[in-house]
């Protein structure tokens, strides 16, 4: 898997099949879209594209909050490769970077770019500044665009979506049977914060 820091300077991928997102954790929910974005990749002859953060946008967003990542990025690197991805791009999340607007983020980065073929998203994505850009506006500026955006079924356990949010809560109770169930592999404690 070729991974890459950084945006600016990127080699030209072959119909990039695209997903971003922070991808902390690498659960089931984030193995189902990276297995359907390798498929998807495969059906076109394309190449598979994750575009990740370093560090986590809420830890920079909200330094106070208390808020902390499930697994360190290396780990999730990892995770990622296991599915099959060509590449990720790994960018380095500043509180600049997080003024760019979602329409600006797609031009400038996911067309501009990276030249994307398709975008694959689930249900509940969102981007861009304050997360304005969520799943229906950013469907229809990208259709504006030419660019194909693929939904992915959000992935379910015990009848709830499975969230970092959520794993993340289940770590605070050590609540490791959930926790492992939901990642779909046995969590490190080792990477639980002082």
Known sequence: MFILHGIESLPKFKNPVVAVGAFDGVHLGHVRILRFLHEQAQRIDGTSVVLTFDPH??????PDSGFFTINPLDENLKLIEKQGIDAVLVQPFTKAFSEMSYQQFIEEVILGKLHAHTLVMGPNHAFGHQRAGHHDNIKAFCSSHH????????EMWNSAGVHSAVIREHIRQQDWQ??????GYEYSKLNLKP
């Open 147 to 154: 660019l194909q955006v693929v939904d992915i079924p959000e």
């Open 178 to 183: 959930t926790v492992n169930a939901m990642l």
């Open 57 to 62: 946008p809420r830890s920079v967003l909200h």
